[in-house]
């Protein structure tokens, strides 16, 4: 068959369809849209670290990097220089630094380093000229943040570092040279020197970088191995984009969850568009076969259908989805930032792009062939063979097919939490195999109530919802209606499980103490920065409303790939964790232990790396490696790569510092925690780098940072509600306008406007009713699927809370809204002239 | 031309006897001829043209075209049959609502080798001598029903086949337009020499045959034009 034959017979076939076609179009690229927005955020949060450390270390092999915020003896360097191999050995101080201006503060990367490594490292070094800058005591920062706090070139900004304050100079920088994608990279560079003074780091470094002479790559490891002597950690010169491809891994695994429902939302919102015209090509494919066309001609021409919706579809989604990245779904790290410097570059990468297009092609080619597979490739003898009488009642066979997916999520649920998609699946397949017989069983059970209701309407609505002719176009409706409900009450309330599950962090861990005293700075918002407490302390503890002043440690630890929070409360303090973040252990035996000293509790996915299990010893790779037991498991408290719990005496003697992080605060019973806070502050002084907060209002920071982490996750639950609302609109709306000639009969037999209109409301009504309430129901069930899966694979700690004020709303909103944009093509379609009825 | 054998085809049914569509009809057909056969509704008229187009395969029997059994026919060389030496016009008329009626018209020619504008050019002359010159541009709702037949009949014509098979092609027209359709049905064919296999079961419409024989049953059997007036089985 030639092309041109396909593409006119495509041409003149879509002037007929082409409501149903654009509607396919939307569920398609909704689902697209979601999914290349979703993968963009991942890819540029991911990428843009990437970029960075490549950008800092360029091609050096290997660093030799300390454990702790206190770094290691300089003298090292010469002891590295010395490794036979080495080719070249750069040393970097790396502090979390907060520089202040004028408009403002920001949380920086300040990385202190000698022209050595500038010539040997990434562009990011060079261009930024630190050779230049070799003997001077300036700081050079991005233009974007110089201009975010209000300061620019040779004017001086405040650094503040742990507990610490200086002032220093800016220097110019030449951001033509800088690559864009570095430009914004949160990082402050320093000459080495200069940097150890703001950071009150004399002698000390955190890293070495090094570059290995060609293949003696094994003999400088080794040589590290040496020196690092298990208190220091040797590995790849880029190693920070695996800790942070390892950390941003749950948020992009419930994203992409979250994505791939909404996908398959969109999917199946055009699968039933599609339904709507599967007669009028069923009807096609008999002529075409009457008319001698070939399995294979149909095929072609049904495959023009599928590949244009799915281009087209593609396209739209692809350009709706860069929208969504760009105006909702910005890569926001949240509080992964407080530990990885994050830039703000936007990645789009050819693999998210083919994916997309092959998920759009995919569906359009499912969408559009899989309902007509049975006239496609049925023999000649099934297809034009005329039907016998069917065997026993088709609702029994739905039934038990509905049963055994229904099994085979249970089972799911049961077994594997993890294949969540795949219990989503077989879950749809359920309600969709359940939704004809539910719709049989409300016509019949209206059918009886008519006697009580006045009019014709609910009447005639019966009937035609009875009607075998309507019967694929009726359930196509009520699919739509229960898929949208089922995807947005799914999404939703295990979403909003998630959130509760972090405010339950939250407020466990900051409601130990009535006030928290801390470095300041965004970065910091854990306290995982060590300062020095004594004189603070020392201060605090005269005021008059202060009961007792506590030291609280805490940082960041690499373990193996996971840079995991360290959370050393005081070892007097009643509960240490909160009790529902407790996963495996008991509760009771985990506190005593922790009081007692020597035990640490850990999340599940740490443990699960290192194979431990409660009550199993483990080498700690602290500053001071330390052998520590598991008292218990745990979530990962919100902190996606996992968290550690111990005392702040095991803490103290495994970092080998007595430096707290933050200071818990009591007050004597009556003090109000926010006046009290205000003495804090000025018995600090207005230039105290410390900043004083109540529990409560440090457990809302905590808060809003958790669903600043988790906005992509809100993002995508919204915009399955509103795309669930538009596609049963336009579905309703389009399905009402096929009726004109029916409708134009029922006038011709005197039915007036307002009877036809009431009545299309009432099926209407009757059909959303049933597929929304059963999609609510099933949403239910969905939540439990999404919300284990979120526990078992991502770790994030999920209070389950039974989302039925969620079902009933969506149910509501879905199809009240929907209803009421049904009402106007109704009224339209219902002024159709009887004429058209008449016209043979 | 087309010449039917012992020609058997029993459908099964889930409770009861299978039910006997066709048994063992035999007929032959000469070219130019127009054979009615003529019969009431569930006599089997459908199927037995189902299995003259081998889109249903006999129980027992052969379909010889041109001395060819059809009924023996891969799935593709059945297709390629009904393409090039087969008419079908069906009751149904299932134009596609987005074409003309040059687009429905063409339908067949543009599923052979033709580009859609040749198919288009080449159907203009039928659709002229079946009196739809002017209205070849029109949509199917624009059309009556007799003009959607016509288009139907041109569709089957298009491409020139030896036979042609009508399934009550007037079914769905009043007296003076059915007459139209025969008509032109019965001229075009006597003048292209194909042979034309009518199934109906209104007398008036196997009043335009060459010869007729009824269907009673799955059976063939005489016709008689007189009881073909009276109600069937004596209702």
């Given at each position: 068959?030639?092309?041109?034959?396909?593409?006119?017979?495509?041409?003149?076939?879509?002037?007929?369809?082409?409501?149903?076609?654009?509607?396919?179009?939307?569920?398609?690229?909704?689902?697209?849209?979601?999914?290349?927005?979703?993968?963009?955020?991942?890819?540029?949060?991911?990428?843009?670290?990437?970029?960075?450390?490549?950008?800092?270390?360029?091609?050096?092999?290997?660093?030799?990097?300390?454990?702790?915020?206190?770094?290691?003896?300089?003298?090292?360097?010469?002891?590295?220089?010395?490794?036979?191999?080495v080719k070249a050995a750069a040393p970097v101080l790396e502090a979390s630094a907060n520089v202040i201006g004028s408009a403002g503060a920001r949380s920086v990367e300040l990385l202190g380093t000698e022209p050595r490594f500038a010539r040997l490292s990434g562009e990011q070094v060079r261009n930024f000229g630190v050779a230049k800058l070799a003997q001077a005591k300036a700081l050079m920062l991005p233009a974007s943040i110089a201009r975010a706090i209000g300061r620019s070139s040779l004017q001086s900004v405040e650094v503040q570092i742990g507990g610490r304050v200086a002032p220093a100079l800016l220097v110019p920088e030449l951001p033509g040279e800088v690559p864009a994608s570095l430009a914004s990279g949160p990082i402050a560079i320093a000459p080495l020197a200069y940097a150890q003074t703001l950071a009150g780091m004399k002698g000390r470094l955190s890293s070495i970088f090094v570059r290995s002479s060609p293949a003696h790559d094994r003999e400088v490891l080794e040589g590290l191995t040496r020196i690092a002597a298990g208190r220091l950690n040797v590995r790849p010169a880029n190693f920070d984009g695996t800790l942070f491809n390892r950390a941003a891994q749950p948020i992009d695994q419930s994203t992409g969850l979250f994505s791939a429902i909404s996908a398959l939302v969109g999917f199946l919102f055009a699968f039933n568009a599609l339904l709507l015209s599967v007669p009028q090509r069923r009807h096609l494919i008999e002529d075409l076969r009457l008319d001698g066309y070939?399995?294979?001609?149909?095929?072609?021409?049904?495959?023009?259908?599928?590949?244009?919706?799915?281009?087209?579809?593609?396209?739209?989604?692809?350009?709706?989805?860069?929208?969504?990245?760009?105006?909702?779904?910005?890569?926001?790290?949240?509080?992964?930032?407080?530990?990885?410097?994050?830039?703000?570059?936007?990645?789009?990468?050819?693999?998210?792009?083919?994916?997309?297009?092959?998920?759009?092609?995919?569906?359009?080619?499912?969408?559009?062939?899989?309902?007509?597979?049975?006239?496609?490739?049925?023999?000649?003898?099934?297809?034009?063979?005329?039907?016998?009488?069917?065997?026993?009642?088709?609702?029994?066979?739905?039934?038990?097919?509905?049963?055994?997916?229904?099994?085979?999520?249970?089972?799911?649920?049961?077994?594997?939490?993890?294949?969540?998609?795949?219990?989503?699946?077989?879950?749809?397949?359920?309600?969709?195999?359940?939704?004809?017989?539910?719709?049989?069983?409300?016509?019949?059970?209206?059918?009886?109530?008519?006697?009580?209701?006045?009019?014709?309407?609910?009447?005639?609505?019966?009937?035609?919802?009875?009607?075998?002719?309507?019967?694929?176009?009726?359930?196509?409706?009520?699919?739509?209606?229960?898929?949208?409900?089922?995807?947005?009450?799914?999404?939703?309330?295990?979403?909003?499980?998630?959130?509760?599950?972090?405010?339950?962090?939250?407020?466990?861990?900051?409601?130990?103490?009535?006030?928290?005293?801390?470095?300041?700075?965004?970065?910091?918002?854990?306290?995982?920065?060590?300062?020095?407490?004594?004189?603070?302390?020392?201060?605090?503890?005269?005021?008059?409303?202060?009961?007792?002043?506590?030291?609280?440690?805490?940082?960041?630890?690499?373990?193996?790939?996971?840079?995991?929070?360290?959370?050393?409360?005081?070892?007097?303090?009643?509960?240490?964790?909160?009790?529902?973040?407790?996963?495996?252990?008991?509760?009771?035996?985990?506190?005593?232990?922790?009081?007692?000293?020597?035990?640490?509790?850990?999340?599940?996915?740490?443990?699960?790396?290192?194979?431990?299990?409660?009550?199993?010893?483990?080498?700690?790779?602290?500053?001071?490696?330390?052998?520590?037991?598991?008292?218990?498991?745990?979530?990962?408290?919100?902190?996606?790569?996992?968290?550690?719990?111990?005392?702040?005496?095991?803490?103290?003697?495994?970092?080998?510092?007595?430096?707290?992080?933050?200071?818990?605060?009591?007050?004597?019973?009556?003090?109000?925690?926010?006046?009290?806070?205000?003495?804090?502050?000025?018995?600090?002084?207005?230039?105290?780098?410390?900043?004083?907060?109540?529990?409560?209002?440090?457990?809302?920071?905590?808060?809003?940072?958790?669903?600043?982490?988790?906005?992509?996750?809100?993002?995508?639950?919204?915009?399955?509600?509103?795309?669930?609302?538009?596609?049963?609109?336009?579905?309703?709306?389009?399905?009402?306008?096929?009726?004109?000639?029916?409708?134009?009969?029922?006038?011709?037999?005197?039915?007036?406007?307002?009877?036809?209109?009431?009545?299309?409301?009432?099926?209407?009504?009757?059909?959303?009713?049933?597929?929304?309430?059963?999609?609510?129901?099933?949403?239910?069930?969905?939540?439990?699927?999404?919300?284990?899966?979120?526990?078992?694979?991502?770790?994030?700690?999920?209070?389950?809370?039974?989302?039925?004020?969620?079902?009933?709303?969506?149910?509501?909103?879905?199809?009240?809204?929907?209803?009421?944009?049904?009402?106007?093509?109704?009224?339209?379609?219902?002024?159709?002239?009887?004429?058209?009825?008449?016209?043979? | 031309?087309?010449?039917?054998?012992?020609?058997?085809?029993?459908?099964?049914?889930?409770?009861?006897?299978?039910?006997?569509?066709?048994?063992?009809?035999?007929?032959?057909?000469?070219?130019?001829?127009?054979?009615?056969?003529?019969?009431?509704?569930?006599?089997?008229?459908?199927?037995?043209?189902?299995?003259?187009?081998?889109?249903?395969?006999?129980?027992?029997?052969?379909?010889?075209?041109?001395?060819?059994?059809?009924?023996?026919?891969?799935?593709?060389?059945?297709?390629?049959?009904?393409?090039?030496?087969?008419?079908?016009?069906?009751?149904?008329?299932?134009?596609?609502?987005?074409?003309?009626?040059?687009?429905?018209?063409?339908?067949?020619?543009?599923?052979?080798?033709?580009?859609?504008?040749?198919?288009?050019?080449?159907?203009?002359?039928?659709?002229?001598?079946?009196?739809?010159?002017?209205?070849?541009?029109?949509?199917?709702?624009?059309?009556?029903?007799?003009?959607?037949?016509?288009?139907?009949?041109?569709?089957?014509?298009?491409?020139?086949?030896?036979?042609?098979?009508?399934?009550?092609?007037?079914?769905?027209?009043?007296?003076?337009?059915?007459?139209?359709?025969?008509?032109?049905?019965?001229?075009?064919?006597?003048?292209?020499?194909?042979?034309?296999?009518?199934?109906?079961?209104?007398?008036?419409?196997?009043?335009?045959?060459?010869?007729?024989?009824?269907?009673?049953?799955?059976?063939?059997?005489?016709?008689?034009?007189?009881?073909?007036?009276?109600?069937?089985?004596?209702?």
């Open positions: 068959m030639k092309l041109s034959s396909i593409v006119r017979l495509y041409r003149v076939r879509l002037r007929a369809r082409i409501m149903q076609e654009l509607f396919a179009v939307l569920g398609i690229s909704i689902g697209l849209a979601l999914l290349f927005a979703s993968q963009v955020s991942s890819t540029s949060l991911g990428g843009s670290v990437e970029q960075l450390s490549n950008g800092l270390v360029g091609h050096m092999r290997f660093q030799l990097t300390a454990r702790d915020t206190h770094g290691f003896d300089e003298r090292l360097l010469s002891r590295v220089e010395s490794i036979p191999g070939t399995r294979r001609m149909i095929v072609e021409v049904l495959f023009v259908d599928a590949l244009v919706l799915g281009v087209v579809s593609s396209v739209i989604g692809l350009l709706f989805g860069d929208l969504l990245s760009l105006a909702l779904f910005d890569a926001n790290p949240g509080y992964l930032s407080f530990a990885f410097p994050i830039g703000a570059h936007r990645i789009i990468t050819w693999s998210s792009v083919a994916l997309c297009i092959a998920g759009g092609m995919l569906a359009a080619c499912i969408g559009v062939l899989a309902p007509l597979r049975g006239a496609i490739f049925s023999t000649r003898e099934t297809f034009f063979r005329t039907p016998g009488r069917r065997r026993g009642n088709g609702n029994y066979w739905l039934l038990a097919g509905a049963a055994l997916c229904m099994a085979a999520t249970l089972l799911i649920l049961a077994l594997s939490p993890a294949a969540a998609i795949t219990g989503v699946l077989s879950l749809t397949a359920a309600l969709l195999l359940l939704l004809p017989v539910l719709i049989d069983t409300v016509a019949l059970g209206f059918a009886r109530l008519q006697g009580r209701i006045a009019g014709a309407s609910p009447y005639l609505a019966v009937i035609e919802l009875r009607a075998r002719v309507n019967r694929a176009r009726s359930l196509a409706v009520a699919a739509t209606g229960a898929i949208a409900v089922f995807g947005s009450v799914a999404i939703e309330t295990s979403h909003g499980d998630l959130l509760e599950g972090l405010n339950r962090v939250a407020s466990g861990l900051n409601r130990t103490s009535d006030l928290w005293v801390s470095p300041s700075g965004l970065a910091n918002s854990l306290a995982t920065t060590p300062f020095d407490g004594s004189s603070a302390s020392a201060k605090i503890a005269k005021l008059p409303g202060v009961k007792a002043v506590r030291l609280y440690r805490g940082s960041f630890l690499d373990i193996g790939d996971r840079r995991a929070w360290v959370i050393a409360p005081p070892r007097d303090v009643e509960a240490p964790l909160p009790p529902d973040q407790l996963v495996e252990g008991s509760l009771t035996a985990a506190v005593s232990r922790f009081h007692a000293g020597g035990w640490v509790i850990i999340s599940r996915a740490v443990a699960s790396d290192r194979h431990l299990r409660v009550g199993d010893s483990f080498l700690l790779p602290s500053p001071r490696p330390t052998v520590l037991r598991v008292a218990a498991l745990s979530t990962n408290f919100g902190w996606p790569p996992g968290a550690i719990v111990l005392n702040a005496e095991d803490y103290a003697r495994a970092w080998g510092s007595a430096d707290p992080s933050a200071l818990e605060v009591d007050l004597r019973p009556g003090v109000s925690p926010v006046l009290a806070a205000r003495e804090l502050r000025s018995a600090l002084g207005p230039r105290s780098p410390l900043r004083v907060q109540t529990a409560l209002a440090r457990e809302q920071e905590f808060r809003a940072t958790a669903r600043q982490g988790l906005s992509r996750l809100t993002q995508i639950s919204i915009l399955v509600l509103i795309a669930a609302v538009l596609a049963m609109a336009a579905m309703m709306g389009a399905m009402i306008w096929q009726r004109r000639p029916r409708l134009a009969d029922m006038k011709v037999d005197g039915f007036d406007r307002g009877v036809l209109w009431r009545t299309l409301l009432w099926e209407s009504g009757l059909l959303l009713g049933s597929g929304c309430s059963l999609g609510a129901a099933f949403g239910l069930l969905g939540q439990t699927l999404l919300s284990r899966a979120l526990v078992t694979v991502t770790g994030f700690p999920v209070a389950f809370s039974p989302g039925l004020l969620i079902a009933v709303g969506s149910f509501t909103l879905v199809s009240l809204t929907a209803i009421v944009i049904i009402a106007i093509p109704g009224g339209f379609a219902t002024r159709v002239r009887p004429a058209l009825s008449l016209r043979d | 031309m087309l010449e039917l054998r012992e020609l058997v085809k029993h459908y099964p049914m889930v409770y009861g006897e299978p039910v006997r569509a066709v048994d063992s009809v035999s007929l032959s057909v000469a070219r130019g001829e127009l054979l009615a056969i003529y019969g009431p509704s569930g006599s089997g008229k459908t199927t037995l043209l189902m299995l003259i187009a081998a889109l249903l395969r006999p129980d027992a029997g052969e379909v010889l075209v041109d001395g060819r059994n059809v009924s023996e026919l891969s799935a593709r060389h059945a297709a390629r049959y009904r393409m090039r030496e087969l008419g079908f016009v069906r009751q149904a008329v299932n134009l596609m609502p987005g074409g003309d009626a040059l687009d429905n018209a063409a339908l067949k020619l543009m599923g052979g080798d033709m580009g859609a504008r040749e198919a288009r050019g080449r159907i203009r002359p039928l659709l002229g001598r079946l009196g739809l010159q002017e209205r070849s541009a029109h949509r199917p709702e624009q059309l009556s029903m007799g003009e959607r037949q016509r288009v139907m009949l041109a569709r089957a014509l298009s491409t020139e086949p030896k036979l042609v098979l009508a399934d009550e092609p007037t079914g769905n027209l009043d007296t003076q337009r059915g007459g139209e359709v025969l008509c032109l049905l019965q001229e075009i064919c006597r003048e292209r020499g194909a042979a034309v296999v009518l199934v109906t079961h209104d007398p008036h419409a196997a009043s335009y045959a060459d010869r007729v024989q009824a269907l009673r049953d799955g059976r063939l059997v005489e016709y008689e034009p007189s009881c073909a007036l009276a109600p069937v089985n004596g209702r």
